[in-house]
């Protein structure tokens, strides 16, 4: 079982970046997905969650909610998470996780069984 994150780096403020996790070892569709980052210094927080149905439910932060898009693949196993407009406090180490949270729970870290090794997102002038 592996989640491998890509696509983190360098983005001026405003200006967007998309990060992406492909699964191998396990069936993608039979889990939800979730992005969750960690700034230095702070905890870890959910930034979103796309569930496993057929609806693919999506659910955000508030702080991201409008700018930030996630995203799924089952066939091709990977995940992603479209980031638009960023602000200097969206720099954080983002983490893909797999799970099976209730709708309530869909922020709570240890919903999720799998998680991704993270990948730095960077937002600076």
């Known amino acids: 079982v592996q989640l491998q994150a890509s696509g983190g780096g360098l983005v001026q403020p405003g200006g967007s970046l998309t990060i992406s996790c492909a699964a191998s070892?396990?069936?993608?569709?039979?889990?939800?997905i979730g992005w969750f980052r960690q700034a230095p210094g702070k905890e870890r927080e959910g930034v979103a969650c796309?569930?496993?149905?057929?609806?693919?439910?999506?659910t955000y932060a508030d702080s991201v909610k409008g700018r930030f898009t996630v995203s799924r693949d089952n066939a091709k196993s990977t995940m992603f998470l479209q980031m638009n407009s960023l602000k200097v406090e969206d720099t954080s180490v983002y983490y893909c996780?797999?799970?099976?949270?209730?709708?309530?729970?869909?922020?709570?870290?240890?919903?999720?069984?799998?998680w991704g090794q993270g990948t730095l997102v960077t937002v600076s002038s």
């Open positions: 996780a797999v799970g099976r949270p209730v709708a309530s729970a869909w922020s709570t870290s240890s919903m999720y069984y799998y």
């Open positions: 070892g396990f069936p993608l569709a039979y889990y939800a």
């Open positions: 796309v569930s496993r149905s057929s609806t693919r439910s999506e």
